[in-house]
């Protein structure tokens, strides 16, 4: 009877473990699969895995976050002038309003601005590890996290 139950278990393991499907483990640091993405706006949908096979910046503002909104600045200012990537910003102010007052005043590209719901902000805080405040990624053609809050100036490099 103990060498039936031993032969089970041993091909329910076998079973278990060649069933199991490969997947690069998905995290917000350095070297990792960056998170999915998904932002629905009144303007529009983002959703990152389109940008597969071009280096990204993602970055996460909002109004009240100083340095964050001037990354989003340097950052669109960037690309729109040629340089080697697609910048992707999201903003997670309250404020629709407020939102639409300071991407006008900024002059940034609205075709790569999104703005998030209160439930998207709460979903993304935390998949994108955002606790401890707004962050910006690079992310290589692959998919992968090469730099957290990287210099906008040294991107390209």
């Known amino acids: 009877m103990s060498r039936t139950f031993l032969v089970i278990a041993v091909i329910g393991l076998m079973g278990l473990f060649t069933s199991a499907r490969y997947s690069t483990p998905v995290d917000t640091r350095i070297g990792y699969q960056a998170p999915n993405l998904t932002v629905k706006d009144n303007l529009g949908s983002l959703e990152l895995q389109k940008f597969r096979g071009q280096t990204v910046v993602v970055t996460f503002w909002s109004s009240t976050d100083a340095q964050s909104r001037m990354a989003n600045i340097d950052y669109?200012?960037?690309a729109a002038a040629g340089k080697q990537f697609t910048h992707i910003s999201?903003?997670?102010?309250p404020s629709r309003g407020v939102y639409d007052q300071i991407i006008t005043l900024d002059g940034v590209n609205m075709d790569t601005q999104f703005h998030?719901?209160?439930?998207?902000?709460?979903?993304?805080?935390?998949t994108w590890r955002l606790t401890d405040g707004f962050?910006?990624?690079?992310?290589d053609p692959e998919g992968k996290i090469i730099a957290v809050?990287?210099?906008p100036h040294d991107i390209t490099a």
């Not at 999201?90 to 102010?93: G, K, Q, R, S």
């Not at 962050?135 to 992310?139: A, G, M, N, P, Y």
């Open 90 to 93: 999201v903003n997670m102010d």
């Open 116 to 126: 998030c719901s209160d439930l998207e902000q709460l979903t993304l805080t935390k």
């Open 76 to 78: 669109d200012r960037q």
């Open 149 to 151: 809050d990287p210099d």
């Open 135 to 139: 962050h910006s990624f690079l992310i």
